[in-house]
């Protein structure tokens, strides 16, 4: 038994560090192989190294979390494996800025030293977010911490790229893909957002050669025509079939292009022409594939227009589509300018409008790869919790393209394709090669970096040794679960079932529990846009990790969004304050009785009650997180330890803790430290500091709450007689305290109870004076059977289920006091509706005082008007009772 001397209050700045010290020091996050145990594992969604905990990591981990300690006191061998991603795009920028601080490009400096600065940084700021994750409370086996560019996921990474590149399933060739011109790298279709936004649809005249026909083609784009190649039309559209294989003059151009016929066309949308720009858009791409069309791309990396613009070269894009519309204005052209509502990619990262460009990538073919891992979720292999994700899944997957996988980056994974000096062949390998086909032995590696979710793809492979087979993977291996938001089901989870299906045959986890986004009080996405983003940390700071940890889980269901309000976290915080108090009022209470013996002798109905709807809890409880429902299970936790426990056994148990019996004192304190210690290992995943210091107190044999067991449902502790019984005195008690409060009846005033019920129910009210006279504020209970009693007159009269109540008005209230009290009132506010009135049928006021004085005014008089009802029905009631 420790030392139980506990401080007043329940200080989390004093507590926190110094438990997250200790269970570090003990080791209790790490998990080992254990044949003896069934194994458990959840691998964190990786954080980048450049970011600092938000309120979705915290939501998210904090789920992970919950799930991995009652796991782990389950007996479970329960790893929560963590790391952190290299994240291309967004370490390189913050490099490249910090970069442009002391004038220097990361051309200046060259790609080693660049990687140099890179890791630099990834040393300084890279442990930033777990050091964050930690303050959370985060139980991850730190011993196992990987990153994504580290020695093993590195040689992951090339193994699997060489694997499918010698499969067919990696390729390299000339596409249209996602670019971004910030970024200056190639974007998968999962890496674009788009946005509607508001823009033009400019319809634009193409002469046909040699007549005075004009084809209209309408475009959102009008910068890019400088690389038309074609205008298509539908081959049954009657109105263009004379125009069929003849040519169009490309106006600013001057260049012939002809006019074909294709399927894909829309003739009934605006023209039912339309123009095509191979270099430029994805389906003017494939109809250039069908046709042999020549392929002209008119813009640089940068969204700059290059020499094949002619004359618009060099300008910006957005400046070259100004210029252009002038330019055709000029020439008679512009038929017609309409404003336009239309979806607009825009890179994720940096949020600029992605560019669609022929471009020569590395790509990944999706189909053979997507099909096995839909199965595996239609099977029921893989569960999705909400189920409705799965629908979300299949409709990406069942329409996937392939995967564009090169980023013209430095920092990264960097592909493993060599090429020959001599004769340019490529070769693929897991290492540099010494010589090529041709004799020559001179090679330059590609320049780019895979795409960060290539390696991410890999995650629950890679961080338990694959490729290698170690006792980890073979243990681990499938995880158990995987805890994420539903926004990265296309980027990270899909990926991952199709890696693990395609290089170990099995699938990576067993269940995708999704989580939403929080959201601000009015509903909003977090953003640094609009300002309304809150620093988990600074809730730490100001309220401790469990009140954080619980105002993230209770109300919140799996799939949905939820909105961060402080008075969610105050809440939390008052409830962990009112768990102190309880536990300390029970420690108090335990170092009177130094030297007695503590046991269950004689436990009355409270006891029999309280054990009984503890033993419910569990079952409950454990179902809820059985089924990821760990919003319900903190929920009914909250409310057990909040009202049954604190408000009703701890208050019903009092007289007997004061009282001189001491077997009756000893019973009373065996049950509260049995249902205390029990139930905070139930609260102990949502809120492990404040359980694992108060039980630091409490007689136990385990040295942490931690590794503790789980608490099971003892089907022979539950008592339903007792909890009939408890449930009629309670509603006796309510209905008591009710009415006692609409009369103004002040705690310190006694009345006698009269209680009628019917034979049957006369059992449950006996042996129950007590919990009367203590929470009810009775002076005398007396108890009479229905029938045999006439109800006595001039008392106020309660009916609840099981019993009829009277209580004498006498014992209740003063009359005289109280009347010539409501009198006073009515009289005060007779007064100041008259102030009111007065003001608010003044002219001169409603019109000259400013409109809030005015509204302030009449929402005052609302309130005396209801005031006043209230009032006048008390005067109402007092004389009837007093006729009685």
Request: with cysteine; glycine share 6%.
């Amino acid at each position: 038994m420790e030392n139980r001397s506990i401080a007043k209050t329940y200080d989390p700045k004093q507590v926190e560090e110094r438990l997250y010290r200790q269970w570090e020091e003990k080791g209790y996050f790490h998990a080992e192989v254990d044949e003896e145990k069934e194994p458990f594992c959840i691998v964190i969604p990786p954080p980048n190294i450049t970011g600092q905990l938000h309120m979705g990591h915290a939501l998210d981990n904090t789920w992970q979390d919950i799930i991995i300690r009652w796991k782990r006191m389950q007996g479970y061998s329960a790893l929560w494996l963590p790391g952190t991603d290299h994240a291309s795009i967004a370490t390189e920028v913050k490099i490249v800025e910090k970069l442009a601080e002391e004038g220097m490009t990361k051309q200046d400096l060259g790609r080693e030293k660049f990687l140099e600065r890179a890791w630099e940084w990834k040393r300084q700021y890279g442990g930033r977010i777990v050091d964050q994750l930690k303050k959370l409370g985060s139980s991850c086996d730190w011993d196992r911490e990987r990153f994504t560019m580290d020695e093993g996921c590195s040689r992951a990474v090339t193994e699997v790229f060489v694997r499918l590149y010698n499969k067919g399933l990696i390729y390299q060739g000339d596409r249209i893909i996602n670019w971004c011109p910030d970024c200056k790298t190639a974007l998968s279709d999962a890496e674009v957002e788009y946005e509607e936004k508001q823009g033009f649809l400019w319809h634009i005249a193409y002469p046909v050669k040699d007549s005075d026909e004009n084809l209209v083609v309408a475009t959102t784009r009008p910068e890019t025509m400088l690389g038309d190649t074609a205008v298509a039309v539908h081959p049954e559209d009657e109105r263009y079939q004379h125009l069929i294989g003849k040519t169009v003059v490309l106006p600013l151009m001057n260049r012939e292009i002809p006019v074909i016929a294709d399927t894909y066309v829309d003739r009934e949308f605006g023209t039912g022409v339309v123009k095509i720009t191979p270099a430029h858009d994805p389906n003017d791409f494939e109809v250039s594939l069908r046709h042999q069309l020549q392929t002209i791309r008119v813009m640089n990396d940068d969204g700059s227009m290059n020499e094949q613009a002619g004359r618009y070269e060099a300008m910006d894009r957005y400046e070259a589509r100004r210029a252009i519309v002038e330019d055709l204005q000029g020439l008679g052209l512009l038929k017609k300018t309409e404003e336009h509502n239309h979806n607009v990619g825009e890179c994720y990262r940096c949020a600029t409008t992605v560019e669609p460009i022929v471009s020569k990538q590395w790509f990944v073919k999706m189909k053979p790869l997507a099909e096995p891992a839909i199965e595996a979720v239609r099977k029921g292999d893989i569960r999705f919790v909400p189920e409705r994700f799965s629908k979300t899944y299949f409709n990406w997957m069942e329409n996937i393209r392939d995967w564009c996988i090169s980023r013209q980056l430095w920092w990264g994974h960097r592909i493993p394709a060599y090429y020959c000096e001599k004769c340019n062949e490529t070769i693929v390998a897991r290492q540099a090669p010494d010589k090529c086909s041709c004799g020559h032995d001179q090679f330059r590696q590609d320049e780019d970096v895979l795409d960060t979710w290539f390696s991410s793809a890999l995650w629950p492979l890679s961080t338990l040794g694959w490729p290698d087979e170690t006792e980890d993977l073979n243990y681990f291996y499938p995880t158990s679960v995987l805890v994420t938001g539903y926004d990265i089901i296309f980027f990270w989870v899909a990926r991952m079932i199709f890696s693990g299906l395609e290089h170990r045959k099995e699938i990576p986890f067993r269940d995708v529990l999704i989580h939403g986004i929080v959201r601000d009080a009015q509903g909003r996405k977090m953003s640094k846009s609009l300002g309304n983003g809150i620093d988990p940390l600074d809730v730490i700071e100001q309220y401790g990790a469990d009140p954080l940890r619980m105002s993230l889980i209770i109300g919140n269901s799996p799939g949905n969004d939820m909105r961060f309000h402080f008075e969610k976290v105050e809440a939390s915080r008052n409830f962990a304050n009112k768990l102190w108090n309880a536990a300390r009022f029970i420690l108090l209470n335990l170092e009177n009785m130094k030297g007695r013996q503590l046991k269950q002798d004689k436990p009355d109905t409270a006891d029999q009650w309280i054990i009984s709807r503890y033993n419910h809890l569990v079952g409950e409880v454990t179902d809820n997180l059985n089924k990821y429902e760990l919003g319900l299970a903190a929920q009914k936790i909250y409310d057990f330890i909040w009202s049954e426990f604190c408000d009703w056994y701890i208050e019903l148990v009092k007289p007997r803790l004061y009282g001189a019996d001491d077997t009756a004192r000893g019973t009373a304190l065996y049950t509260l430290i049995y249902v205390l210690s029990n139930t905070l290992k139930l609260l102990h995943p949502i809120m492990p500091f404040i359980t694992e210091e108060i039980w630091q107190h409490l007689p136990h044999e385990e040295e942490s709450i931690m590794i503790s067991s789980w608490p099971v449902m003892n089907e022979a502790e539950l008592n339903m007689e007792a909890e009939e019984k408890m449930n009629a005195v309670m509603d006796a008690i309510r209905a008591i305290r009710n009415i006692r409060a609409e009369m103004n009846v002040p705690p310190s005033r006694k009345a006698k109870l009269i209680l009628i019920a019917e034979q049957e129910n006369i059992s449950l009210f006996q042996d129950a004076g007590l919990y009367f006279e203590k929470l009810a504020g009775a002076s005398e209970v007396v108890i009479q059977t229905g029938g045999e009693a006439a109800p006595p007159s001039n008392a106020a009269s309660i009916v609840t289920g099981k019993v009829q109540i009277f209580i004498p008005l006498d014992d209740l209230i003063d009359f005289e006091k109280e009347m010539e009290r409501l009198e006073k009132e009515k009289e005060h506010l007779e007064k100041e509706l008259a102030r009111v009135k007065g003001k608010l049928s003044n002219e001169g006021f409603v019109k000259k005082a400013p409109a809030s004085v005015v509204q302030e005014e009449r929402e005052k008089q609302q309130k005396y008007m209801g005031m006043m009802e209230k009032v006048l029905e008390q005067i109402e009631k007092m004389k009837e009772m007093k006729m009685q």
